[in-house]
């Protein structure tokens, strides 16, 4: 497994900015997919954004337009910048590495609360 740190998050208004910042340890970092994660309360977590190592994104529906993921292999971290953020934003998100034929399991950063008050 990849031990994921996050930070970033907070409370911001309607129409303000966030970033997100998820440190991945190890040295194979350029070569595995990452993605954001979010759990909005009473309800399943849900894929907000993924980019694959050779640097394909993909993003929900909900966020496109608004959020971009980004990865900088130098410093082994992945970044999700939220902008126009909505009410509907809020939830804890998680970052993530799938399993691959690198990494046996599912990996989870520890989870940063987004709150965006209206």
């Known amino acids: 497994q990849v031990q994921l740190v996050q930070s970033g998050g907070g409370l911001v208004q309607s129409g303000g900015s966030l970033r997100l910042s998820c440190a991945a340890s190890?040295?194979?970092?350029?070569?595995?997919?990452m993605g954001w994660y979010r759990q909005a309360p009473g309800k399943q977590r849900e894929l907000v954004a993924t980019a694959t190592s050779d640097g394909r994104t993909n993003y929900a529906d909900s966020v496109k337009g608004r959020f971009t993921i980004s990865r900088d292999n130098a410093k082994n971290t992945a970044y999700l910048q939220m902008n126009s953020l909505k009410p509907e934003d809020t939830g804890v998100y998680y970052c993530?590495?799938?399993?691959?034929?690198?990494?046996?399991?599912?990996?989870w950063g520890q989870g940063t609360q987004v709150t965006v008050s209206s």
């Open positions: 190890g040295s194979i970092f350029r070569i595995i997919d």
């Open positions: 993530n590495v799938p399993p691959s034929i690198f990494i046996r399991s599912d990996s």
